[in-house]
């Protein structure tokens, strides 16, 4: 059952993204993608709302980023 979210962004809108939730200074690499690679990744949810009485996503891509940048920040404060 694909419990991912259907709202659609490309790779480098989430690499953009990332880069601008952490402030990195990193820069965005091209190379060529893998011949398997899907040209869309957009799920089918209609299973898992179906199963799960209506269950879709509700935290946003940004949100979700937010709460996984702060986590990892955490761990690793923790370490130090």
Same mark, same amino acid.
């Given at each position: 059952?694909?419990?991912?979210?259907?709202?659609?962004? +490309?790779?480098?809108?989430?690499?953009? /993204?990332?880069?601008?939730? %952490?402030? *990195?200074?990193?820069?965005?690499?091209?190379?060529?993608?893998?011949?398997?690679?899907?040209?869309?990744?957009?799920?089918?949810? +209609?299973?898992?709302?179906?199963?799960? /009485?209506?269950?879709?996503? %509700?935290? *946003?891509?940004?949100?979700?980023?937010?709460?996984?940048?702060?986590?990892?920040?955490?761990?690793?404060?923790?370490?130090?």
């Amino acid at each position: 059952m694909n419990i991912g979210n259907p709202g659609e962004f +490309s790779m480098l809108e989430l690499a953009q /993204a990332v880069i601008r939730l %952490t402030g *990195s200074n990193s820069r965005i690499v091209y190379e060529p993608l893998p011949q398997d690679d899907p040209r869309q990744r957009k799920p089918d949810i +209609s299973l898992a709302f179906e199963k799960l /009485a209506g269950w879709q996503p %509700t935290v *946003s891509l940004e949100e979700g980023l937010k709460k996984t940048i702060a986590y990892f920040d955490e761990l690793l404060t923790k370490e130090n």
